[in-house]
């Protein structure tokens, strides 16, 4: 008897020195690494200033066109409304609420087709960024795909009220059967959440490709902004400078890219400011890098359209 109870003092010894290792030592060996060692995308996190400026100075190099027109569209909560505002927070220094933001339930805050200017510290830049009723997955929530393309090629009034049920007829008054060149988006940005991104729904994605799909037969550019990287990965979370080593950042915009289509270099990860009161130079940049990419991919299709 007590050479057996000795054998189950010393495997019950063996469970308890098992149990009282450091979970992270355990941990090591069963969850991947989430940082890479080399960065996935070079970045210069010091390049702020010179991006604000070279934006702030940016004319528009067409008479019949006095701004850049840059459409946003998405999901609903994704943040369409976060980067407009973020955006202008970057320019301006100090939080801005150009566009309302909601967060109280899981409709679309927006319903009208809305126009906002870019403004900088010493008054209004060339670029308007126009926020769209969101993306929801039923054929008939949220903005129908036929609307999107419609504001896209400018035949849509600024203020028109979005119809859940059916989009914008030819007939309507909100019709603009005639759009000059400047009505008209050079840019079209589809903002997408990190975190939701494998959830996606079949009907969703679908609606995106049938955008990217109409527009792509015009060579209008698209970007992916992807917002909330700080809430998709804890190592981001902490430090925002490590977006760009994040594998689960990358790993995110690859499968982003495989559904929606947009190439990686299209896709740029971003955080909007949500609970802040004051401004940071690393969210900053990321919105004012991405913001650059945007602006030149929009001047080169109007440059494009101006000589056909």
Same mark, same amino acid.
């Given at each position: 008897?007590?050479?057996?109870?000795?054998?189950?003092?010393?495997?019950?010894?063996?469970?308890?020195?098992?149990?009282?290792?450091?979970? *992270?030592?355990?941990?090591?060996?069963?969850?991947?690494?989430?940082?890479?060692?080399?960065?996935?995308?070079?970045?210069?996190?010091?390049?702020?200033?010179?991006?604000?400026?070279?934006?702030? !100075?940016?004319?528009?190099?067409?008479?019949?066109?006095?701004?850049? +027109?840059?459409?946003?569209?998405?999901?609903?909560?994704?943040?369409?409304?976060?980067?407009?505002?973020?955006?202008?927070?970057?320019?301006?220094?100090?939080?801005?609420?150009?566009?309302?933001?909601? &967060?109280?339930?899981?409709?679309?805050?927006?319903?009208?087709?809305?126009?906002?200017?870019?403004?900088?510290?010493?008054?209004?830049?060339?670029?308007?960024?126009?926020?769209? !009723?969101?993306?929801?997955?039923?054929?008939?929530?949220?903005?129908?795909?036929?609307?999107?393309?419609?504001?896209?090629?400018?035949?849509?009034?600024?203020?028109?009220?979005?119809?859940?049920?059916?989009?914008?007829?030819?007939?309507?008054?909100?019709?603009?059967?005639?759009?000059?060149? *400047?009505?008209?988006?050079?840019?079209?940005?589809?903002?997408?959440?990190?975190?939701?991104?494998?959830?996606?729904?079949? &009907?969703?994605?679908? $609606?995106?490709?049938?955008?990217?799909?109409?527009?792509?037969? $015009?060579?209008?550019?698209?970007?992916?902004? !992807?917002?909330?990287?700080?809430?998709?990965?804890?190592?981001?979370?902490?430090?925002?400078?490590?977006?760009?080593? *994040?594998?689960?950042?990358?790993?995110?915009?690859?499968?982003? *890219?495989?559904?929606?289509?947009?190439?990686?270099?299209?896709?740029?990860?971003?955080?909007?400011?949500?609970?802040?009161?004051?401004?940071?130079?690393?969210?900053?940049?990321?919105?004012? +890098?991405?913001?650059?990419?945007?602006?030149?991919?929009?001047?080169?299709?109007?440059?494009?359209?101006?000589?056909?």
């Amino acid at each position: 008897m007590g050479g057996k109870a000795s054998k189950q003092e010393t495997a019950a010894s063996n469970l308890e020195s098992a149990a009282s290792k450091p979970e *992270s030592t355990t941990s090591k060996t069963t969850s991947p690494d989430i940082e890479l060692e080399k960065p996935w995308r070079k970045f210069d996190w010091e390049k702020k200033e010179v991006l604000k400026k070279r934006l702030e !100075m940016f004319s528009v190099n067409h008479p019949d066109v006095k701004h850049i +027109k840059i459409l946003v569209a998405g999901q609903v909560g994704a943040g369409k409304s976060s980067f407009i505002n973020s955006v202008n927070n970057a320019f301006r220094g100090r939080m801005t609420s150009e566009a309302i933001v909601d &967060q109280s339930s899981g409709k679309s805050f927006t319903k009208n087709l809305k126009s906002h200017r870019v403004r900088g510290a010493d008054g209004d830049l060339p670029f308007v960024l126009t926020d769209i !009723m969101g993306l929801q997955p039923k054929v008939l929530e949220g903005s129908q795909p036929e609307d999107i393309i419609k504001a896209i090629y400018g035949h849509v009034k600024d203020e028109y009220k979005f119809n859940e049920e059916e989009p914008l007829s030819h007939t309507s008054e909100d019709y603009v059967s005639d759009p000059l060149l *400047s009505d008209q988006a050079f840019c079209l940005v589809y903002i997408v959440e990190a975190n939701t991104i494998e959830g996606a729904s079949d &009907q969703l994605v679908d $609606k995106l490709k049938i955008i990217r799909r109409r527009v792509s037969d $015009k060579r209008i550019p698209q970007v992916i902004i !992807m917002t909330k990287v700080d809430e998709a990965c804890p190592l981001v979370k902490n430090d925002l400078k490590k977006v760009h080593t *994040s594998k689960k950042i990358k790993e995110k915009m690859q499968l982003c *890219s495989e559904m929606i289509g947009v190439p990686m270099n299209c896709i740029f990860p971003v955080k909007n400011y949500h609970d802040e009161i004051d401004t940071d130079d690393d969210v900053d940049v990321l919105i004012l +890098k991405a913001f650059d990419q945007i602006v030149n991919f929009a001047n080169d299709r109007l440059m494009n359209a101006a000589s056909n």
